[in-house]
Nanobody
Framework: AQLLESGGGAVQSGGSLRLSCVASEYTYNSYSMGWFRQAPGKQHEGVAAIERDGTAIIYADSVKDRFTISRDNTKRTLYLQMNSLKSEDTATYYC?????????????????????????WGQGTQVTVSS
């Protein structure tokens, strides 16, 4: 699957952005999806993930109550609505896809934000938040 992110940009602290990720693969509906980010000098960090049918969602503690992940399977598109942005949210944001599901909720909660569990990655979109 090919993934293409868009929607990044520069905003001031407290602002909002909406990221999109379009998948080329017609079997997108069978993929578990996630958003990750990488700040300069830091490792990839899981931000949010959503199961293929949208029934399971998980967020990193750092973005809970500020970010919302969603997907529109009819458009093969993944979204990340980011509100109340902070300077520490500055990073390159990537969407990623995993073939198949993670399993029971206990597995999902444990593994869904781990970068190594995903098979396909987009090229990233830059988000810069100034204070």
């Amino acid at each position: 699957a090919q993934l293409l992110e868009s929607g990044g940009g520069a905003v001031q602290s407290g602002g909002s952005l909406r990221l999109s990720c379009v998948a080329s693969e017609y079997t997108y509906n069978s993929y578990s999806m996630g958003w990750f980010r990488q700040a300069p000098g830091k490792q990839h960090e899981g931000v949010a993930a959503i199961e293929r049918d949208g029934t399971a969602i998980i967020y990193a503690d750092s973005v809970k109550d500020r970010f919302t992940i969603s997907r529109d399977n009819t458009k093969r598109t993944l979204y990340l609505q980011m509100n109340s942005l902070k300077s520490e949210d500055t990073a390159t944001y990537y969407c990623a896809a995993r073939s198949g599901v993670f399993g029971p909720p206990s597995y999902y909660n444990k593994y869904a934000l781990l970068p190594g569990k995903y098979d396909y990655w987009g090229q990233g979109t830059q988000v810069t938040v100034s204070s």
